[in-house]
């Protein structure tokens, strides 16, 4: 099967830095993951660094970290690539790489789109369209008594 058939898998990468290391470092490394994914033929959604944070446990010796974020879509062979990056990289401590389940990001898109619909079309209470009653709560089914054989 050719590579050129295969449609991109969508993954997202989180990893940690130690905090005593200067901003143009972690510049080099988030310019360096982009060039090593383009290169693997992976295309790069967004790099972001979402600044210091406590840790919750020491992760070789080091109590904080800097934690960043990459969106990407590629092969697996791409994300292969990309963990051995982040081996090979001292200044990455600690790294995570997962596929995006597809279906799920689809449904929380759609889920976000008709909130934010039916948020800007009413204020309070009423329903979304005019015409329209609002939908009633669904009912508990009625138990049945038991009658005691005392």
Request: some cysteine; proline content about 7%.
């Amino acid at each position: 099967m050719s590579n050129e058939n295969v449609k991109p898998l969508p993954y997202e990468a989180m990893f940690i830095c130690p905090a005593d290391i200067p901003q143009k470092d972690i510049d080099g490394i988030m310019e360096k993951l982009k060039k090593t994914l383009v290169e693997a033929g992976a295309s790069v959604t967004s790099v972001q660094n979402w600044g210091r944070r406590r840790l919750s446990y020491p992760i070789k010796r080091h109590r904080e970290g800097i934690y960043l974020y990459a969106d990407f879509a590629g092969s697996n062979s791409c994300a292969a690539v990309l963990t051995n990056f982040f081996r090979v990289t001292d200044k990455v401590i600690r790294h995570l790489i997962v596929r995006k389940d597809e279906k799920a990001a689809l449904a929380a898109q759609a889920a976000q789109a008709a909130i934010s619909a039916r948020t800007a079309g009413s204020s309070g209470n009423a329903p979304a369209d005019k015409g329209e009653a609002p939908a009633a709560a669904p009912q508990a089914p009625k138990s049945k008594e038991i009658p005691s054989t005392k």
